[in-house]
């Protein structure tokens, strides 16, 4: 074989590899779309995908008892929860979603394996969502009782930036697990992937955050008059995304610094 043919068959194989991208991509994002029509759409009873186990291990971690309230979800007015449509975590698991995607589309190759992954990333994304949302449904539920209240903290600009730093930090350990398992899939089902190293940007997660819970909402008011506190909840959730993911970038640098400093 001479250098010509070899070089000709490398550039077919990179062709097939960038057209196996674009479908899986293509078959990803119309996915989300059609995801994320329903849930604007959707009542109480069409989400009871979600809700249902969202409120059964609300009950498990929190101790209470949310029941089935027609047209509204799941409620526990006692302790003032309610497990409705707008608290439902579709949006984290499309964020999630999103990602996993993202990841598998630089490091496979392969079609088979990139549908595969694309079926992994959708059930991955959902238990995901499950966790992470009945985490901010407990935590926010004690929030709201305790006594922290002041004119300019109140109850509900605490339960924005706790639901803003919950679930950025449930999307960035998220992306810390799938790089093991993406490497197990990988050696598996694709051995002549891309590089691991050239996509494991720290920042992945927090554009993908941000993405979701600013830029498509932002998006979507060029068709409809936005509410009036959009701008600000726009910029609480900015800001307190850019906090939690700086300081955690911050405290990162400092431990390796104190381990190095002690292994002196």
Same mark, same amino acid.
């Given at each position: ?57 609300? !009950? +498990? ?8 309230? =027609? @047209? $509204?979800?799941?409620?526990?007015? *006692?302790? %003032? ?69 002041? !004119? +300019? ?8 930036? =706790? @639901? $803003?730093?919950?679930?950025?930090? *449930?999307? %960035? ?88 400093? *002690?292994?002196?």
């Amino acid at each position: 074989m001479d250098i010509t043919t070899h070089t000709s068959q490398m550039e077919i194989t990179a062709v097939h590899e960038r057209i196996n991208r674009l479908l899986a991509a293509a078959a990803a994002a119309l996915l989300m779309l059609v995801l994320k029509r329903h849930y604007s759409l959707a009542v109480a009873e069409d989400l009871l995908w979600i809700l249902a186990p969202t409120a059964r291990l609300t !009950a +498990w971690v929190g101790g209470v008892q949310p029941v089935w309230e =027609a @047209g $509204v979800g799941y409620a526990d007015f *006692g302790r %003032g929860i309610v497990i409705a449509p707008a608290c439902a975590g579709v949006n984290f698991m499309i964020m999630a979603f999103g990602l996993a995607t993202f990841f598998g589309l630089g490091r496979l190759r392969r079609f088979a394996g990139l549908l595969a992954w694309l079926v992994f990333s959708f059930a991955a994304a959902y238990l995901a969502a499950l966790g992470v949302n009945t985490l901010r449904i407990v935590l926010s539920t004690a929030l709201y009782r305790a006594d922290i209240y002041s !004119a +300019w903290l109140t109850p509900d600009a605490l339960h924005r930036v =706790a @639901g $803003v730093w919950i679930y950025l930090g *449930g999307l %960035g350990l998220f992306f810390r697990g799938l790089q093991p398992i993406m490497n197990r899939f990988a050696n598996r089902f694709d051995p002549a992937r891309r590089s691991f190293d050239a996509i494991r940007s720290p920042w992945l997660p927090l554009g993908w955050y941000l993405l979701g819970a600013v830029g498509v909402p932002a998006v979507n008011r060029l068709f409809k008059a936005p509410p009036s506190d959009f701008g600000i909840h726009c910029l609480m959730v900015l800001a307190a995304a850019m906090v939690l993911w700086g300081g955690g970038l911050l405290a990162k640098v400092l431990i390796a610094r104190y381990i190095a400093t *002690g292994m002196r």
